[in-house]
Nanobody, 125 residues
Framework: VQLQASGGGLVQAGESRRLSCSASGRGFINYSVAWFRQAPGQERGFVSAVKYGVGTTYYSDFVKGRFTISRDNDKKTVYLQMNSLQPEDTAVYYC???????????????????WGQGTLVTVSS
């Protein structure tokens, strides 16, 4: 599976942005897909994930209630709708795909086998 993240850009605080993670290759429906982000000078961290199949979702505490992850298996795309963006959301956002993840695995980078190139979101105050 190859992944391509897109949708980043410059937004004002309080605005919304939707990121897309488009996949190519076979078996997309069988992969769980996550978004991670890396802010300047910080380590990359988990943002959200959507499970394969039924699409159970997972969120980090700092985006819960503001971000929504969804997937369209026909389009082989996962979306991250980001609302009420704040300057602290400024980061490079990466999408990643993995298989056979257990519920405790979704926040852990090493369980994801495929990564997109990242898309920069900058939120100005």
């Amino acid at each position: 599976v190859q992944l391509q993240a897109s949708g980043g850009g410059l937004v004002q605080a309080g605005e919304s942005r939707r990121l897309s993670c488009s996949a190519s290759g076979r078996g997309f429906i069988n992969y769980s897909v996550a978004w991670f982000r890396q802010a300047p000078g910080q380590e990359r961290g988990f943002v959200s994930a959507v499970k394969y199949g039924v699409g159970t979702t997972y969120y980090s505490d700092f985006v819960k209630g503001r971000f929504t992850i969804s997937r369209d298996n026909d389009k082989k795309t996962v979306y991250l709708q980001m609302n009420s963006l704040q300057p602290e959301d400024t980061a490079v956002y990466y999408c990643a795909a993995g298989s056979f993840l257990h519920d405790d695995d979704y926040t852990v980078e090493r369980y994801y086998n495929f990564w997109g190139q990242g898309t920069l979101v900058t939120v100005s105050s």
